[in-house]
């Protein structure tokens, strides 16, 4: 397998997914080596900071790419395995921002009331206990939690040369914050233009789901991933983003108000049961109904998503992608250790 590492200068960030020129070309097959900057780009170090004052620059969600993937072509379906991830930093921050989260007033949802108050929590990273350890600043509580390192963004250009925000997750991936996003995951995108130039950054060390106050202990991260392309028509794409773990199939879907969130990502698996088991939709659906679960993942963008799992061990053994998933797992066991 061809093994390349990058890590990106600050001028060579992007921050929409379309619409920026790809910093490199790489073969399907390749291991990419990397390093995401946090959602802040670095600008807020401490809690004595608040997001209105250390956060000066518009540029939020850096993101390391976009990559053209060679051959890749409308149609296809890029598939990105996520290998490992490592946080880069002994510590992350979260912070509640004004008018920003899922329990205050919003641009999108306003109102009268005033904003709540600002703080920025950091978290201290130990990463002989594998732990971020929470800190009350009302209080003496100190909680260690354990980490669950994430991509909150991952994606594709989006078609019809459409421009959009890394803040902003829709049917092309982005900033979808779901947890499953972690390593050992397999993340299917549709291709939409030739390259696929896809993205990733926006690195977790923890988040609950729905990342409710709108931001996790946001972090630089150490990324792997293995990039790879099923060729196929529209048969093979999906219209949502597909994610496939060891025991899961999962389809993200992205929207507003959440209920057409939820649809979303049921539509999409309600198809790919059916195209994986030989069954007709209503079928599906009346499966789908009795095994689904649903976390949700986001509930603060300016679309939310919403996770619909299906677990694989319930069903008849039907390899999605022909195996695609256990081939991609069996080359990142072949890397042995990840060092960075």
């Avoid at 073969?27 to 990419?32: E, H, K």
């Avoid at 540029?59 to 996520?82: K, R, S, Y």
Wanted: charged share 15%; proline share 7%; hydrophobic share 40%.
């Amino acid at each position: 397998m061809q093994q390349v590492t990058f890590r990106p200068t600050r001028d060579q960030y992007a921050f929409t997914f379309g619409g920026a020129e790809p910093v490199m070309r790489v073969r399907p097959g390749t291991v990419l080596t990397l390093w995401t900057e946090d959602a802040y780009s670095g600008q807020l170090t401490s809690a004595g900071e608040l997001s209105s004052q250390a956060l000066t620059s518009p540029d939020l969600n850096p993101q390391t790419g976009p990559f053209h993937v060679e051959g890749a072509e409308p149609g296809d379906v890029l598939a990105v395995h996520i290998v490992d991830l490592t946080p880069a930093r002994s510590w992350g921050a979260s912070a509640m921002m004004p008018f920003f989260g899922g329990l205050t007033t919003t641009p999108l949802d306003p109102g009268l009331q005033a904003p709540l108050e600002e703080r920025t929590y950091v978290y201290e990273y130990d990463a002989a206990s594998d732990t971020v350890a929470f800190a009350a600043q009302g209080s003496d509580l100190v909680v260690p939690l354990p980490a669950n390192p994430m991509l909150g963004t991952v994606g594709v250009a989006p078609a019809q040369r459409e421009v959009r925000t890394s803040l902003v997750p829709d049917a092309f991936g982005g900033n979808m914050d779901t947890p499953e996003m972690r390593a050992g995951t397999t993340a299917y995108f549709t291709v939409n233009v030739e390259g696929a130039l896809f993205s990733l950054g926006d690195g977790h060390y923890r988040q609950g789901e729905g990342e409710s106050c709108g931001t996790a202990v946001e972090g630089a991260m150490n990324v792997t991933v293995i990039v790879d392309l099923v060729k196929g028509g529209a048969l093979a794409a999906p219209s949502w983003p597909r994610l496939e773990s060891d025991t899961h199939l999962m389809a993200v879907g992205s929207a507003r108000p959440l209920e057409n969130a939820w649809k979303a990502g049921q539509v999409e698996m309600v198809g790919w049961l059916s195209q994986l088991h030989g069954i007709d939709a209503m079928d599906a659906y009346q499966l789908l109904t009795q095994i689904s679960e649903v976390p949700l993942a986001n509930v603060v963008d300016t679309n939310f998503s919403v996770v619909t799992k299906a677990d694989k061990r319930l069903l008849p053994t039907a390899p999605a992608f022909d195996g695609l998933h256990a081939d991609l797992r069996a080359r990142a066991a072949s890397l042995g250790t990840i060092t960075y």
